[in-house]
């Protein structure tokens, strides 16, 4: 029978305890049950809560709201190394971004896309995969068993949806979105690769 789940003192979420917390500590203390008290989630995250702190006292609110403003979706991945925004010279409130590893078009991606474009004025996507990406540079089983080997789970029973050749991926991707038959026929769909070391964006060729 399963542990039961460490029941959730509320007040050590207060931001005056995670203030408290000294960066050199956020270290994960897992207890004998593989659960996080809230004592030790609260300073797994420390630095997050205090970054915020700091985000709020200089922050004005813009009066944004959900519309993309620049009528832009971008499509990337969820490499850290990618600020999508700045890469198009974009801010906040300008443009939806949807990630997930490899910048793959899945049903979830058409979903969203079918949102911004029905009701949030997105009319152009930019499907924005990267150089140097996992989900290109390895298969399906090589992932699996890089995961099992350094942490004992066998993912198997998911798809990765690795990329053998990143640019044909890319095109099928593009033409997924232009062919799905809930977005909008005048929907302009762009693919590109972002190369991580120079920030330029490659632009693959369009395939009629
Ligand atoms: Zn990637």
Redesign the pocket.
């Known amino acids: 029978m399963a542990e039961a789940i460490p029941s959730v003192d509320t007040s050590a979420w207060r931001l005056q305890t995670a203030c408290e917390i000294q960066k050199a500590e956020y270290r994960v203390i897992v207890s004998d049950v593989g659960q996080l008290t809230s004592h030790e989630n609260t300073r797994v995250f420390g630095d997050v809560l205090m970054a915020n702190e700091q985000f709020v006292r200089a922050f004005t609110d813009p009066h944004l709201d959900g519309f993309a403003h620049q009528n832009l979706a971008i499509v990337t991945?969820?490499?850290s190394r990618?600020d999508p925004l700045r890469i198009v010279g974009m801010a906040a409130g300008d443009a939806k971004i949807v990630r997930n590893?490899?910048?793959r078009v899945t049903d979830d991606v058409l979903r969203t896309l079918v949102l911004a474009t029905g009701l949030l004025g997105v009319t152009r996507v930019l499907v924005m995969?990267?150089t140097?990406?996992?989900?290109?540079t390895s298969d399906e089983a090589g992932i699996h068993a890089k995961i099992f080997e350094a942490s004992g789970v066998d993912t198997r029973s998911i798809e990765f949806r690795t990329a053998s050749d990143q640019r044909a991926t890319l095109r099928e991707d593009v033409q997924r979105v232009r062919s799905f038959p809930l977005l909008p026929l005048g929907l302009s769909v762009l693919g590109a690769i972002y190369d991580v070391h120079t920030g330029q964006l490659h632009p693959e060729p369009e395939v009629d």
């Open positions: 991945c969820f490499d990618i590893a490899g910048a995969p990267h140097d990406c996992r989900m290109a």
